[in-house]
């Protein structure tokens, strides 16, 4: 069984940062592309991050310059380190793996809010 779990979530301010962190469950781990969806009331889930196997990464228009992706191999973990938040950052981010079917985290709440 894979598993992904995700935590770190929480209410911020605007302007402010926080990092979500994902462990995985997986022996294959460092094979698979990684990714940080997320999802707000009334929008479609939508990707934000990405990186692969090699290390590159790339991100949506709308977190492009804010957010990182990175991943640690050795610990199984992926992480989004989100920068200069802002109010429209608010939902529910997923972890993401693309091995097999695909599998997803349970989420993580972000509210930005003053």
């Known amino acids: 069984q894979v598993r992904l779990v995700e935590s770190g979530g929480g209410l911020v301010q605007p302007g402010k940062s926080l990092t979500l962190s994902c462990v995985v469950s997986d022996t294959f781990f460092s094979l698979y592309i990684m990714a940080w969806y997320r999802q707000a009331p009334g929008h479609e889930r939508e990707r934000v991050a990405r990186?692969?196997?090699?290390?590159?990464?790339d991100y949506a228009d709308s977190v492009k310059g804010r957010f990182t992706i990175s991943r640690d191999n050795d610990k199984k973990m992926v992480y989004l380190q989100m920068n200069r938040l802002r109010v429209e950052d608010t939902a529910v981010y997923y972890c993401?793996?693309?091995?097999?079917?695909?599998?997803w985290g349970q989420g993580t709440q972000v509210t930005v809010s003053s």
């Open positions: 990186i692969f196997t090699d290390g590159r990464t």
């Open positions: 993401y793996s693309n091995r097999g079917p695909g599998y």
